[in-house]
């Protein structure tokens, strides 16, 4: 019998010897997830909590489907990307830059699902097939990728949790993926109750009463041209997240529907739907949509300049 066991114990002692010294992530500090040598994604540990979800009636800016407001518990805590996943990320994890991703789109004939309808997403976005410089915007590393569909941010997910497996470096029970709209909501308040989280949006948020200011290079309307900014440009929030008001919306893990309201614990949405939820606001949008109850939606398979993502590491469902 001794024989017999004696190579599956030399094997997990050398799994837990290896594993024991890499860098993993642990609950309850933040992570940097490396990429590769010279790229990485920093993450923040959200602590579990209880909050309310949703906004008041007399909240100014406020949309009916903001309420009704929620008690929601998250009972276990999880990482959240400090910063929109950046191009230079996206790159270092897809080996595509924001300009190939675009070509891509702008070739691809596949017939897709909007809203009960089939049709190529260049069609669906009014692009014109042989002009990407005509949707493009600048394209240095440092700024939030776009052009990227709720599938696509979620097949990114995937690689990741793929990759991470493969390096030992997973938590068991865990895997990366876009954070459900309460994890969004929750970690975008960071224990404020109030329309934001900072004193003034112009702080903290890159939208459209201000993103024109200063803006150089490439971007998108004649006068005055603007767009996307570098992640971390402006104040974070009190759990150090940056840009969850402003610069590009953010898909979120839910199918779009009403709030039921009451006691709710763990909310993932509902089961089905036609639109993805999207968080945040952009440097296109109004002073109303940089709140931290407002909600957009639009359908999963489509690809904007004014849409981005961040990435959550949670628990497995």
């Not at 891509?104 to 897709?112: G, H, P, Q, V, W």
């Not at 699902?113 to 002009?131: A, E, P, S, Y």
């Not at 934001?196 to 041209?225: C, E, L, Q, R």
Request: aromatic letters at 12%; hydrophobic letters at 35%.
């Amino acid at each position: 019998m001794k024989i017999l066991f004696a190579p599956v114990f030399c094997m997990l002692l050398f799994f837990s010897v290896d594993t024991a010294s890499k860098k993993v992530p642990v609950e309850g500090k933040a992570w940097n997830l490396p990429l590769n040598p010279t790229v990485s994604i920093p993450m923040n540990w959200i602590p579990a909590g209880t909050f309310t979800m949703g906004s008041p009636a007399n909240e100014p800016g406020r949309k009916a489907d903001e309420g009704p407001q929620a008690t929601v518990t998250l009972t276990k805590g999880y990482w959240l990307g400090k910063t929109e996943v950046t191009i230079g990320q996206w790159k270092a994890v897809t080996g595509m830059n924001v300009r190939d991703k675009v070509m891509k789109l702008l070739s691809d004939t596949t017939l897709y699902d909007f809203m009960g309808k089939k049709m190529m997403i260049r069609t669906f976005m009014g692009f014109d097939k042989n002009n990407p410089d005509k949707v493009l915007a600048n394209e240095n590393d440092e700024l939030p990728m776009y052009f990227v569909s709720w599938y696509e941010a979620m097949q990114f997910c995937k690689k990741l949790t793929e990759q991470e497996h493969a390096a030992h470096r997973l938590p068991v029970g865990y895997e990366y993926s876009l954070p459900t709209e309460a994890q969004w909501e929750y970690a975008c308040r960071a224990g404020t109750t109030g329309p934001i989280y900072g004193s003034a949006t112009d702080t903290i948020a890159w939208y459209g009463g201000n993103s024109f200011k200063g803006y150089i290079g490439k971007g998108f309307g004649k006068s005055p041209v603007t767009g996307s900014r570098n992640v971390g440009g402006k104040l974070p929030n009190q759990w150090g997240m940056y840009d969850m008001l402003g610069n590009l919306w953010e898909w979120c893990y839910d199918w779009y529907g009403p709030y039921p309201g009451g006691n709710l614990t763990d909310p993932t949405g509902p089961a089905t739907g036609i639109y993805k939820v999207n968080r945040g606001g952009s440097f296109g949008s109004g002073i109303n949509d940089e709140r931290s109850a407002n909600r957009a939606t639009n359908p999963p398979n489509e690809d904007s300049a004014w849409r981005g993502f961040r990435i959550a590491l949670v628990a497995v469902k």
